[in-house]
């Protein structure tokens, strides 16, 4: 049944985040696990969709295909139907009464017996346990370098864990607990491929305890666009997507590297990341112009995502069709607001025209402009953050032109 395997998925990626019974998650844990799954399929579940799924709001109605299929692929399939129609390990269920021919009056001689050999099992083992060795984060060394400065890029990581307590020693990629690969402890280099630029929290993790972070910006060589799919993107050449007056691609461009649009478009990125010094997000100004002209079939609300990198949480700027503007999340660079309970009815604008996108942080507060009018506006987070790079992420086809960031009145960087 879809019920039964929709719990099983769930399950699944309970157990793959190692965050406990999502029963006992609280609401951060839902915001936490949209960026992760945002990170990885490059689509926005909201947190609210999240509790929505996971029972932790009154809602009779199953989940959509297309957030299943978000689910699956987060937690490693190709889709919802891979998933589903995967082999499930047999249970073995015993008819109830089947073992009830025995006499009853042994019952009692067998219990006696029963709890004998747990006895006995219990002090034999306290005799065996041997004290917990505590893991010392000063007996650990991680370190890494990457091989070059355009993608793919592999990741030389140098650890030392020799001293672990246990064999259950991994490196993570990043903060997403999904991304663990498990090391040999005795061993000291571990090679890892990255696909996607980015800022990322590599750690080196012992059992369950993280003894070294060291943070991993994965930059591009200038830009950088590329048709998003599992498990590998198309990377496009520069001049299918680039131009003296901006960047763009055309339905012809996705189709010719084999790319369907229908019936779920691609997510197509712009990138650069790693190119410009950084930029601190207490007193920064940021423009661009954006357009996406494709609104078919799937693709009637034109979402797109206008991205600042930083060395934290990214900020995440959403527009759609004024009448999605429900389903968009707001990333501030701290938490996810979600618009189907927040006002994010400022984000919604016809991009099938050129709008114009602003963000200004001046004295303590974030500002949102969309065509010069105030969307969104919130207090800068009290701890130092920096912008390291910017994205454009569109689902099917694109334009971006006029970009410009700046800090105390001087620019940093900027195109077209």
Aim: proline residues 5%.
């Amino acid at each position: 049944m879809k019920e039964d395997a929709t719990r099983r998925l769930l399950l699944l990626i309970e157990e793959q985040l190692g965050w406990g019974d999502a029963a006992n998650w609280p609401s951060k844990d839902f915001e936490k696990l949209n960026i992760l799954i945002q990170e990885k399929t490059r689509i926005s579940l909201s947190a609210s969709t999240l509790r929505r799924v996971w029972g932790k709001v009154d809602y009779n109605n199953q989940p959509s295909v297309t957030t299943l299929d978000t689910l699956a692929q987060f937690a490693g399939y190709e889709n919802w139907r891979s998933f589903s129609s995967s082999r499930q390990e047999a249970t073995n269920v015993k008819p109830a009464g089947a073992h009830q021919t025995k006499k009853l009056a042994f019952r009692p001689l067998y219990l006696i017996g029963v709890f004998a050999f747990t006895i006995i099992v219990i002090v034999v083992s306290i005799a065996l346990v041997k004290p917990s060795r505590t893991v010392d984060i000063k007996n650990y060394s991680f370190s890494y370098r990457p091989v070059t400065h355009d993608l793919p890029n592999s990741v030389i990581f140098k650890y030392d864990a020799h001293t672990a307590p246990t064999d259950s020693v991994f490196i993570q990629q990043s903060w997403d607990n999904t991304r663990r690969t498990r090391v040999a402890k005795n061993a000291h280099q571990f090679n890892s491929i990255y696909y996607k630029p980015g800022f990322y929290h590599a750690k080196l993790v012992v059992g369950n305890q993280i003894v070294k972070e060291s943070p991993l910006l994965i930059p591009t060589n200038g830009w950088l666009g590329m048709i998003d799919q599992q498990p590998v993107p198309v990377y496009l050449e520069q001049h299918e997507f680039m131009s003296k007056s901006g960047m763009s691609i055309t339905t012809s461009t996705i189709l010719d590297h084999k790319v369907l649009l229908e019936p779920q478009p691609p997510v197509v990125a712009f990138y650069n990341t790693g190119n410009f010094k950084p930029v601190s997000i207490l007193n920064f100004a940021y423009t661009v112009d954006v357009r996406d002209s494709y609104k078919t079939g799937a693709s009637r609300c034109q979402q797109l995502n206008v991205v600042l990198f930083t060395d934290g949480i990214p900020i995440s700027i959403p527009l759609s069709e004024p009448g999605c503007i429900a389903s968009l999340s707001l990333l501030d660079g701290v938490k996810e607001i979600d618009g189907s309970s927040s006002d994010l009815s400022g984000f919604g604008t016809d991009l099938s025209k050129w709008v114009n996108l602003s963000c200004v942080s001046y004295d303590g507060q974030i500002s949102i402009f969309v065509n010069n009018k105030l969307a969104y506006k919130y207090k800068v987070v009290d701890r130092k953050i920096s912008i390291l790079g910017v994205e454009f992420l569109f689902h099917g086809t694109g334009d971006v032109r006029h970009l410009e960031l700046s800090s105390n009145n001087k620019v940093i960087f900027q195109g077209f």
